[in-house]
C-alpha cells in the first residue's frame, strides 16, 4: 500500500498569515495515463470532508484562490494564504493512483 | 443537486454484522461510483472499498475477507455490510461519489456507528 506521509500533525496560525502542509507519498503518484492523482479535503469540525484541490493543482467548484496546491512525483504541497477563521480544520491529502486507495494522517490547522 | 445520505444501527454489538444503506439523488449509480470511508473517533480516514458503474466492486485488502458492498439502482442505494465488527471499527462510515477525474467529490454527512456490548 501506498503510505502518505502529512506535516506537521499540527500548524498553529495566525489570522491573515500562511499555512503550507506537505504531503509525500511512498511510492511515485504518477499513473500510467500520465496523471498525478493527489487531492487535498478539508474536514470541518463535525463535518464530512469538503473537496479543495484535485489532481494537485486544480481548485474545486467554489473554493477560494488563497488555496493553491502543488508538486510531483512523490512531493506534494498546499498552501494557505491570508487564513481566514473558516479554514480552520483537519487537512487530508488523498492518493487515488494505486488501490487501496489511501489517505494522509491529517493536519490540524488552528489559531496561534 | 447531488446528494448522499447514510442510515444504519448506531450501536452493534461485538461479533454481529454491519448493515448500512447510502441513499443517492441526483446522479445515477450506473454511471458513478460510490465509496464507503470511514473515521475512527478523533483519528484519521480510511477507504474501505467501493462499487463502480458496471456494478463491479473494489475493496481495502485490510477489509475484504469482512465486506461486502452491493446496490440497488432502482432505488439509488448503495450496502454495506460488514461482519464480526470489534470494537475498533467503532466509526463514523461516510459514503461518497467518485468523479471520473479520480477524487471524491460529494460526501454524506455519515453515520456514528458503535461497536459495544
Known amino acids: 500500500d501506498v503510505v502518505m506521509t502529512q506535516t506537521p500533525v499540527s500548524l498553529p496560525v495566525s489570522l491573515g498569515g500562511q499555512a503550507s502542509i506537505s504531503c509525500r507519498s511512498s511510492?511515485?503518484?504518477?499513473?500510467?495515463?500520465?496523471?498525478?492523482?493527489l487531492h487535498w479535503y478539508l474536514q470541518k469540525p463535525g463535518q464530512s470532508p469538503q473537496l479543495l484541490i484535485y489532481r494537485v493543482s486544480n481548485r474545486f467548484s467554489g473554493v477560494p484562490d488563497r488555496f493553491s496546491g502543488s508538486g510531483s512525483g512523490t512531493d506534494f504541497t498546499l498552501k494557505i494564504s491570508r487564513v481566514e477563521p473558516e479554514d480552520l480544520g483537519d487537512y487530508y491529502c488523498?492518493?487515488?493512483?494505486?488501490?487501496?486507495?489511501?489517505f494522509g494522517s491529517g493536519t490540524k490547522l488552528e489559531i496561534k | 443537486q447531488v446528494q448522499l445520505k447514510e442510515s444504519g444501527p448506531g450501536l452493534v454489538q461485538p461479533s454481529q454484522t454491519l448493515s448500512l444503506t447510502c441513499t443517492v439523488s441526483g446522479f445515477s449509480l450506473t454511471s458513478n461510483s460510490v465509496h464507503w470511508v470511514r473515521q475512527p473517533p478523533g483519528k484519521g480516514l480510511e477507504w474501505m472499498g467501493g462499487i463502480w458503474g458496471d456494478g463491479s466492486t473494489d475493496y481495502n485488502s485490510a477489509l475484504k475477507s469482512r465486506l461486502s458492498i452491493s446496490r440497488d439502482t432502482s432505488k439509488s442505494q448503495v450496502f454495506l455490510k460488514m461482519n464480526s465488527l470489534q470494537t475498533d471499527d467503532t466509526a463514523i462510515y461516510f459514503c461518497?461519489?467518485?468523479?471520473?477525474?479520480?477524487?471524491?467529490?460529494?460526501w454524506g454527512q455519515g453515520v456514528m456507528v458503535t461497536v459495544s456490548s
Open positions: 511510492q511515485s503518484l504518477v499513473h500510467s495515463n500520465g496523471n498525478t492523482y
Open positions: 461518497t461519489r467518485w468523479e471520473w477525474s479520480n477524487y471524491f467529490d460529494y
Open positions: 488523498l492518493q487515488s493512483t494505486h488501490f487501496p486507495l489511501t
